[in-house]
């Protein structure tokens, strides 16, 4: 049976956002089935960032998803399952158009978390020049898909940055924004998705929440937490959404109702899936998602980070 390290975890009282201390609002299981650690769900007392307490370090992090541990990813996973078409790439890229050339064939794009590699294939026949960064062992057949965000070239600057359902899954979340600021052109954008601690959902059901999945996920994030988070590492948030999970719409979840007149079972089913429509969006509005600009300069406190 895998064992946790202990001497890699760190207790972890004060908050990674801002400083202040916390209160312990739970206590969780690991998503390893096999293990019975239990942890600390806790909350800050100002920004209402949640996080997983003790943390383990980045390093001991990165190896175990190298080496695909069930404490951080589910056995067998091979990335994610939804497939994009070229019609969902469009729309993706709708939304931050206004902020840059609608050709893109003079951009540069980093993709942190690349996964199964759908959204990083659709930009790279796209953009002037493309890496990633996958520290799983998922099966990736693309170029320039490294490892560690360290072993990106230093000299390329890059105008669209994505890290999709990635700070939740790192120990120092504020240092990776730093360093994805270091790497971006003075127009640069950054799309991020990640768990919303200030949804109704998390608030209701806390350590039972199904995005509480330690140490996979070790951050949970408020309305509060974003805005000091992208301010201390050197972005703007222009943008910022509670949404569901995979981004469906209200059209989308009810797209999904079958209503087969042949079976009025599930025509009933439906129908009450219906009158219940706006409790299941209150409950899936669960995630965030955001859109944040480059600062046109870094303050002192920043570059000294990116050094």
């Known amino acids: 049976m895998e064992l946790l390290d202990k001497k890699q975890l760190n207790k972890k009282s004060g908050c990674c956002i801002c400083g202040e201390e916390s209160i312990i609002i739970d206590i969780v299981k690991t998503i390893n089935p096999s293990s019975s650690e239990i942890l600390n769900l ?14 383990p370090n980045q390093k001991y992090l990165a190896q175990l998803y190298k080496d695909g541990s069930e404490f951080v990813v589910s056995k067998n996973y091979e990335g994610t399952s939804i497939k994009l078409t070229e019609e969902d790439f469009q ?8 902020l840059l050339s609608n050709d893109l064939s003079d951009l540069n794009y980093l993709e942190i978390g690349i996964g199964s590699g759908q959204l990083f294939s659709l930009f790279s026949r796209k953009v002037r020049l ?21 072993d990106v070239p230093k000299d390329i600057k890059f105008d669209i940055m994505v890290a999709q359902d990635v700070l939740e899954h790192l120990a120092n979340l504020v240092d990776m924004l730093v360093k994805l600021r270091s790497f971006a052109n003075g127009r640069a954008v950054i799309i991020c998705g990640f768990p919303n601690s200030d949804s109704f959902k998390a608030k209701l059901l806390k350590g039972k929440w199904d995005m509480i999945r330690p ?4 951050h949970f994030f408020s309305s509060k937490s974003i805005e000091i988070m992208f301010e201390k590492s050197g972005w703007e948030l222009i943008y910022k959404n509670k949404c569901s999970p995979g981004r469906v719409s209200t059209w989308g979840v009810i797209k999904q109702l079958n209503f ?21 969006l209150l409950l899936r509005k669960d995630q965030w998602y955001l859109i944040g600009k480059a600062k ?3 303050s002192n406190n920043e570059k000294r980070k990116t050094n």
């Open 260 to 280: 087969n007149l042949r079976n009025p079972f599930k025509v009933m089913y439906n129908l009450i899936k219906i009158l219940l429509l706006p409790l299941v």
């Open 296 to 298: 046109n300069k870094l």
């Open 91 to 98: 729309k993706y890229l709708s939304e931050f158009f206004n």
């Open 42 to 55: 806790r909350e800050c007392s100002n920004c209402k960032h949640w996080w997983i307490d003790p943390i």
């Open 215 to 218: 140490i996979g996920h070790l």
């Open 130 to 150: 493309a890496y990633g960064v996958e520290p799983g062992n998922c099966s990736i057949n693309h170029r320039n898909v490294v490892s560690d965000i360290d």
